[in-house]
């Protein structure tokens, strides 16, 4: 059986849940719609229905655990290619081994959804610290980002924690999709044309040049080691830090 | 003076206090308030020598009453002097915080007047922007010598880490280059935080709300190369510092020779070397239940700056070596170069359920190059040499150095 999905977690939850009704072992392929459409025709085409896909994601939760279900989530956000069997696997497996999963951590496939798992969870962590946000001139904070995988959704919470009484947005340039909270809700929508004359407040360039200044007076000449930086802070996220595009001054 | 002049004027003299972690507290945000602790900490971003930006480390003057001798804001050092308002540092904090420039405030002093008066002004801050800014993100402030303990007792009510530091190793070096400052004016601010955190201990089972005080603990801080001790000695003070004092971290600082004096050492370059060991060692006590006197023994007083204290130690008992993967205590799996404590727990998960195999093994995500010539596989040795320690430390030092085994030259000597 050829299924097809619109390429959401809930939407690849759906097939699962249809998986399942239809008899697992049957399952050949599952696409992504967005990845195009295949040669045959033969496909199942699965709509995302949220109500099948949160009683899968309950139960797995339930009888897998707190940290498969995390496993689970964080290695689709990877977005790799080929990921949907694997990951289809990886449930089977853990509906099986219910409360042994770790037997199965020497399967060469669980390793690699762990692995897949543990890359979005780093650049999560990573990029909660290297996000900078600039605040507009109606008090609202944007940023950009251009993460290697879909980890808006995953970081949003951590900001709707620490910044509740804000108006703030995180934009990821590179998928086209972004975080919004307006002091009361949070919002997670695509974003199909971008603004690009941003108006900054007045005091933006002002404290953007403070940091840069703090950047710069903070490191330790005689201890100058940017190798170990650059390892640290990979320079593919350099043109979204302040203090790494000082000279620039903000573009409207 | 301009707010940008003082900036790069105070962060300057701050920057070698070397803390700048977040981590450990749990704070919460309160309603509507700004910003909450991570407990597992955030770097925001790395300066160019490599060192991680987490806070706002900034002094909040640079005059100072004393005059020690290796500081660049001593007393009789000829430098432009400023100070910063309260109302500034907590604006530069809100401001930067809320841009996710930072994750909270790191802020120390130099002394003016007396330390119970600098004290004040620290509270004073710290009050400010918890409870004017509402304000819940992290502050670390240091502890000053001297203070009077219920100064000490209000200032950790707002922050979640407090630090007071160690300057130099013993008491005679202190004496020599910090004439105004003695180990029990540091010690006692230390142990009375000890004690107030456990007093917290033991009421947490009594009562349902305790207010806070600095609950991400204190660490301290010395600075290594400015005199004589020896690397034992340095690490028998952190191991007595850990188990006595409770402290959560002491930090190293290889003493950069940015002064001049007449007991200061002539240094080139910073000892980053030793101050690396140091942080290796550290760990090993911290993590891997190594004791000081294990890492140095008293006949050989300092660290072998080729190899890392894990190895070392390693070497010198070669005759525990090699241990067997499948059956090894996890604490002796843990001595083992090349695995650290992930890689032991997982060793000791898998072989829960069957030998693990050379091949597990290989992805289990140790260290291989340095972990097989101390380890067996079911049995079978994958190192080079079993029999010789001297000749291993020779192969980990050629694979360090990237120096493969020389070919012998036929014409050796000829032109």
Redesign the interface.
């Given at each position: 059986m050829y299924y097809q999905y619109d390429g959401s977690f809930p939407g690849f939850l759906s097939v699962v849940y249809q998986a399942y009704h239809d008899g697992t072992s049957h399952v050949e392929k599952i696409e992504n719609k967005r990845a195009g459409s295949s040669l045959f025709g033969n496909e199942k085409i699965i709509t995302s229905n949220i109500d099948h896909a949160s009683s899968v994601i309950n139960s797995f939760h339930q009888k897998c655990g707190s940290i498969a279900a995390h496993t689970l989530y964080y290695a689709f956000m990877a977005e790799q290619p080929e990921r949907e069997m694997i990951l289809f696997y990886y449930i089977c497996t853990a509906f099986r081994h219910i409360g042994t999963l770790?037997?199965c951590?020497?399967d060469p496939w669980i390793?690699q959804v762990e692995k897949w798992s543990l890359k979005t969870s780093n650049e999560c962590?990573r990029i909660?610290?290297?996000?900078?946000?600039?605040?507009l001139a109606a008090g609202m904070?944007y940023?950009i980002i251009k993460p290697d995988y879909n980890i808006v959704p995953l970081i949003a919470g951590?900001f709707t924690?620490?910044?509740?009484?804000?108006e703030w947005a995180i934009h990821d340039i590179h998928r086209h999709i972004a975080a919004y909270y307006n002091k009361k809700t949070l919002l997670i929508t695509e974003i199909t044309e971008p603004k690009h004359n941003l108006d900054y407040s007045k005091?933006e360039q002002k404290?953007r040049?403070?940091?840069c200044?703090?950047?710069?007076?903070?490191?330790?000449?005689?201890?100058?080691?940017?190798?170990?930086?650059r390892?640290?802070?990979p320079e593919k996220y350099w043109p979204y830090?302040?203090?790494m595009t000082a000279d620039q001054t903000l573009q409207n | 003076m301009e707010?940008?002049e003082k900036?790069?004027i105070l962060?300057?003299a701050?920057?070698?206090d070397v803390s700048c972690s977040s981590s450990g507290s749990k704070r919460k945000?309160r309603?509507?308030?700004?910003?909450?602790a991570?407990p597992?900490g955030?770097?925001?971003?790395?300066?160019?020598?490599?060192?991680?930006?987490?806070l706002?480390?900034?002094l909040m003057t640079n005059y100072c009453i004393y005059d020690c001798e290796y500081c660049v804001n001593r007393h009789s050092n000829d430098i432009v002097r400023t100070h910063l308002s309260p109302e500034e540092v907590v604006g530069?904090t809100v401001?930067?915080y809320?841009?996710?420039?930072i994750?909270g405030l790191f802020l120390s002093s130099g002394i003016i007047k007396s330390p119970d008066y600098t004290t004040e002004l620290l509270i004073k801050i710290a009050k400010t922007l918890r409870l004017k800014e509402n304000f819940n993100g992290y502050i670390h402030m240091k502890g000053i010598p001297g203070t009077d303990s219920m100064l000490i007792y209000e200032l950790g009510k707002y922050v979640d880490r407090m630090s007071v530091n160690m300057e130099l190793p013993s008491e005679s070096s202190l004496k020599l280059l910090a004439p105004q400052k003695t180990r029990s004016a540091i010690i006692t601010p230390m142990q009375f935080i000890k004690n107030k955190l456990t007093e917290r201990q033991e009421e947490k089972h009594l009562v349902k709300y305790v207010p806070s005080f600095i609950p991400a603990g204190q660490t301290t801080q010395m600075i290594i190369g400015a005199s004589g001790e020896n690397d034992r000695h340095i690490l028998k003070l952190s191991e007595a510092l850990y188990k006595k004092v409770s402290l959560k971290r002491v930090y190293y600082s290889?003493y950069?020779p940015?002064m001049t004096g007449k007991n200061l050492p002539a240094l080139q370059?910073?000892p980053?070397l030793r101050e690396n060991r140091l942080y290796q060692a550290d760990w090993l006590l911290r993590y891997y239940h190594f004791s000081a006197d294990e890492i140095l023994t008293a006949d050989r007083p300092n660290f072998d700056l080729s190899v890392d204290p894990k190895t070392n130690w390693a070497l010198q008992n070669w005759h525990i070596f090699p241990v067997e993967i499948n059956r090894a205590p996890y604490e002796m799996l843990l001595r083992v170069p090349g695995i650290g404590v992930r890689s032991a727990m997982?060793i000791r998960?898998?072989r829960r359920?069957g030998n693990l195999s050379y091949d597990?093994l290989r992805?289990i995500g140790i260290v291989w190059k340095r972990a097989r010539h101390f380890i067996t596989c079911s049995g079978k040795y994958y190192g080079l040499r079993r029999d010789d320690p001297l000749l291993i430390k020779k192969i980990l030092l050629s694979q360090k150095n990237q120096i493969i085994f020389k070919q012998f030259s036929l014409f050796e000597g000829q032109v």
């Open positions: 770790s037997v951590r020497r390793q962590q909660l610290g290297l996000l900078r946000f600039n605040e904070l940023a951590h924690n620490r910044l509740p009484a804000e005091d404290f040049q403070m940091w200044q703090y950047y710069r007076s903070i490191a330790i000449e005689e201890r100058e080691n940017p190798r170990l930086r390892s640290f802070m830090l302040t203090e | 707010i940008m900036l790069k962060s300057d701050a920057k070698y945000n309603i509507n308030g700004l910003g909450n991570a597992s955030i770097c925001h971003s790395w300066a160019a020598d490599g060192r991680c930006i987490s706002l480390k900034i530069l401001q930067f809320r841009r996710n420039y994750e290889a950069v940015v370059v910073p980053l997982r998960t898998l359920f597990e992805h």
